[in-house]
């Protein structure tokens, strides 16, 4: 059982370039989501999906994108790549409504823009 | 909206004492109450949650947390902590029918052998 995989693992980016990150979850959970996390500043939530179609604006969604055309992937995309994103990304799913199970991460994305 | 707290940004303990990391949270009813923990380069695994019933909640690893209304409070604790026990903690909170938890910022530990 995978669970939660997401590619790449590190990622160098120059200012103005762009880049999709992967997340893929195997559950069958219909609720997705991207978190960046940043030193001393916990969990930001980017975007989130309560199912295949269905995107939703996060906490801090300037800067990306996403899309859910299936039930298993939830891709970010980073357009025109700024320093500020310098960060680590991680996915997350959950099964049901409401967060009563709790989440699945993924093992992360470390992403650099120089 | 709900939020929450980790007053503390680094706890270091010694090999084999107890620990308790705190963690408040600002909500008008009973939200549901996480604990995570995320080792180094590694993501984020559940330790424990609190919806309902028993306030003292027992999860992996022989942590253990205990809802507080009172106090609007969800500590983590554990009576003997290992060196592998070193990994940054992180307390969450979901509001009642939402279903996207408010993380707090993480609490460091660390243990000297």
């Known amino acids: ?114 | 909206a709900q939020s929450v707290t980790q007053p503390d940004i680094h706890i270091t303990v010694s090999e084999g004492a107890s620990l308790e990391l705190r963690c408040n949270y600002s909500y008008g009813a009973t939200p549901y109450l996480f604990w995570y923990v995320q080792s180094p380069g590694q993501g984020l695994q559940l330790l424990l949650k609190y919806f309902s019933g028993d306030t003292l909640v027992q999860g992996i690893k022989g942590f253990e947390a205990e809802f507080k209304r009172s106090q609007s409070s969800f500590n983590l604790r554990k009576p003997s902590v290992h060196w592998s026990d070193a990994a940054e903690y992180f307390c969450a909170v979901g509001a009642g029918g939402s279903y996207i938890p408010t993380f707090g910022r993480g609490t460091s530990l660390i243990v000297h052998p």
């Open chain 1, 1 to 114: 059982n995978a669970g939660v995989t997401q590619t790449p693992k590190f990622r160098i980016l120059k200012i103005g370039q762009s880049m999709t990150l992967q997340c893929t979850q195997d559950m069958n959970h219909n609720y997705m989501y991207w978190y960046r996390q940043d030193p001393g500043m916990g969990l930001k939530l980017i975007y989130y999906s309560v199912g295949a179609g269905i995107t939703d604006k996060g906490e801090v969604p300037n800067g990306y994108n996403v899309s859910r055309s299936t039930t298993e992937d939830f891709p970010l995309r980073l357009e025109l790549a700024a320093p500020s994103q310098t960060s680590v990304y991680f996915c997350a799913s959950s099964s049901g409504q409401g967060p009563t199970g709790g989440y699945t991460f993924g093992s992360g994305t470390r992403l650099t823009v120089v």
